[in-house]
């Protein structure tokens, strides 16, 4: 991200300090990460000490310091998923997919993450790819969840 | 939308709107809810809109609403005013709505709901029994209303709480109106609501601060996030009458970060009010000024904490301190600062509007007025269901839930999230409200009911929670910390086979140590999943501990999975759906398991059709 960007998303709060975690949150949802020169510059524009910036990027789950893969594989593992099985699933795609979860792939195509609860319990056991919603899966639908593309799946067992 | 300057034009608006509105005009409401979105709900609403402007005589809105609360059957289409509801409807159905319902007034069979329990088709809304048993005085106008619009909510009479209370209530007034109403905390404590808001207005230190919790961060709870996407004026007429009762000039909501709906309707509802003239100086011409900051959260479970809370909205970590000093008296930036949960905000209008005497006949003693719940887990119909405080666990999961699907037993129900316990069969006549869930070892909390049948495993929920908040706890006390992950590494043990005699009385030891010296409510409650299954439900325990057994098959490393060669016909759909490639057998065979292969997913336990596969 270029520094001109992140001023605009700055200024957009009006150089908030109390909006730093939006702040933060925009930049994530752009980068899919935060890097270490543009938490540097917000914390010279926010005047904030890294350390502080440093502290709460690790603190709150939506933000990540290492790069994250070209898809986002997220298991909702709220508890209304758990009773109908989603910790199979997640399983299943860290042993697919062999990353455990919070890690990238090698090749940085896929990030595994976990989500609380995104509130849509009808749908458990939930799996978003990439905003995509995947509802009742179970563990042998996990290859076909992870690609349009059945045959990059079935490759990396 | 021009400013309303005061409440004379806020009545002739309305009065504007109801004869604008076309009495033939026939209302096609689909559900835009975040279940029926992610069933294509969004597809099937630009499809109708298609037919309809193909459709030159047809007569007809479409409406984009928020959440009508029947996750189960989405996506839903609701046909007004005749009230015809459309379940599990697909973009193709939509020529046929159009055609058939809309023009020819006849009703398509395929797509009535079917009752699971009676197996009746039944086409109107309010004839279902998952409706019919509700009382949505909070909820109900999600279906009838676009949230976008706030027209559409001045129309369903929005904003005349706020115009009574500015026209002739003192804040004095609207806080004993609220008092008398019997209103208690919708985000888990129950606590008086218009004790919390005296108390606000009396701490000494200007200004003061009103704040919506939605950091909505229970997992299997989703009803904050409904009423925000559904009806978010609602949530912020609640907070503007605060505010006044209180004497506040700023609010803020904290909304949490994976609901990007909620924050989008809340945002054009703030800009709407703003221009309108809800929000800003001298609302309505009364002189009280307000308005509105939004933060967001950033994925902390201990966030939706309210001295967590604030420490998030100045942009620190969302730790708890020690509330020795409440919050109403020093919150943000050490001000005054009242926090209330999205739904108790929703009811004030309510209240306002209806009066406290209308508003404390609902519900029981202690717990007045209704409660939204969201019904999940083993349940036929997953929903939000809104119900009067004080009907019973049994009411809300078989005449509204329509009970446990497949045939299974019912186990427990699970309410109040991770502080909150499970119930057992035994306490299915328990009457629901704040007190009484509390004596029975669970409680309230945000709302969330999880069903759970006879293929639950309870000392496995019990480790699911605390594994929940071994990652959420905040850290800065050490009872949550480190008395969570060591209880989840008994639990754990337990779980695997390992457990040993004495685990439970540890657990309980441990448990009461927590609760005594946790620094928040999170941390403090934190130890109820684990006690409550062990008062209900001992004998799960004995059985991993002392057989080596999880009764309910879930713990992987106490089962094992392998196929009858006497039932086994060798259809070969097992082995077809084997991820792991453990199974193996010819065509009309019987097949086989390979134990070193086997990664226990139990797949082919629920894809067999002729019960050949055992689990022990």
Partial sequence: MKKAEVDKII?????????????????????????????????????????????????YRAFSLVPKGKHQCTVCMGTACHV???????????????????????DREFSLDTVNCVGACALGPLVIVDGEYHGGASPNQVASILGKDKSTAKAKK | MKKINNYQELEQHRQQLKKETDPSLVYISVCGGSGCLAFGGEKVAAALEKEIKKASSVKAQLKLTGCHGFCEKGPLVVIRPQGILYAKVKPEDAAEIVSETIVN?????RLVYKDPVSKQRIVKEEDIPFYKNQKRIIFGSNGFID???????????????????????????????????????RGGGGFPTALKWKTCRNAPGEPKYVIINADEGDPGAYMDRSVLEGNPHSVLEGLIIGAFAIGSSQGFIYIRHEYPLAL???????????????????????????????????????????????????????????????????????????????????????????????????????????????????????????????????????????????KKKFKAVQTGGPSGGCLPESLLDLQV?????????????????????????????????LNFLKDESCGKCTPCREGIRQMLAILNRITEGKGQEGD???????????????????????????????????????????DHKCPAGVCKALVTYSIDPQKCIGCGVCLRNCSSGAIKGAKKKPHKIDPKKCIKCGICYEVCKFASVKRS
């Fill in chain 1, 11 to 59: 200024n957009s709060y009006g150089a908030d300090r109390s909006q730093v975690i939006a702040i933060l949150n925009e930049v994530q949802d752009e980068e899919r990460y935060l890097p270490e020169e543009t938490l540097k510059h917000i914390s010279e524009r926010l005047k904030l000490p890294l350390a502080q910036l440093y502290s709460i990027s690790t603190f």
């Fill in chain 2, 433 to 465: 409200d704040f007190d009484r869930l509390t004596d029975a070892g669970s409680m309230m909390g945000s709302g969330g009911m999880i069903v759970m049948d006879e293929d639950t495993c309870m000392v496995d929920v019990a480790r699911y929670f």
């Fill in chain 2, 147 to 185: 949230p976008t619009s706030i027209d559409d909510y001045i129309g369903i009479d929005g904003y005349s709480a706020l115009a009574k209370v500015l026209k002739g209530m003192k804040p004095e007034q609207v806080i004993s109106e609220v008092e008398k109403a019997g209103l208690r905390g």
């Fill in chain 2, 264 to 406: 989008r309707n809340f945002r054009t509802a703030l800009d709407q009010a703003r221009k309108a003239g809800f929000l800003g100086k001298n609302i309505l011409g009364s002189g009280f000024s307000f308005d509105v900051q939004v933060n967001q959260g950033g994925g902390a479970f201990v966030c939706g904490e309210s001295s967590a809370l604030m420490a998030s909205i100045e942009g620190k970590l969302g730790e708890p301190r020690a509330k020795y000093v409440h919050t109403v008296e020093r919150g943000i930036w050490d001000k005054p600062s009242n926090l209330n949960n999205v739904e108790t905000w929703a009811n004030v209008p309510l209240i306002i509007n209806k009066g406290a005497d209308w508003y404390a006949k609902i519900g029981t003693e202690g717990s007045k007025g209704t409660k939204i719940f969201s019904l999940v887990g083993k349940i036929n119909n997953t929903g939000l269901v809104e119900v009067p405080m004080g009907v019973t666990l049994k009411h809300i999961v078989f005449d509204i839930g329509g009970g446990i699907p497949n």
């Fill in chain 2, 105 to 109: 007034q006849r009703i398509i069979e």
């Fill in chain 2, 504 to 546: 439970v009385e540890q657990l309980e030891e441990m448990s009461g140590g927590i609760m005594d010296a946790a620094l928040c409510a999170l941390g403090g409650t934190s130890p109820n999943p684990v006690m409550s299954t062990i008062k209900y439900f001992r004998n799960e325990y004995n059985a991993h501990i002392r």
């Fill in chain 1, 84 to 106: 109908r099985g989603s910790e199979r699933v997640l399983s299943e795609l860290e042993r697919v997919l062999k990353v455990k979860s919070g890690e990238t792939t090698k």
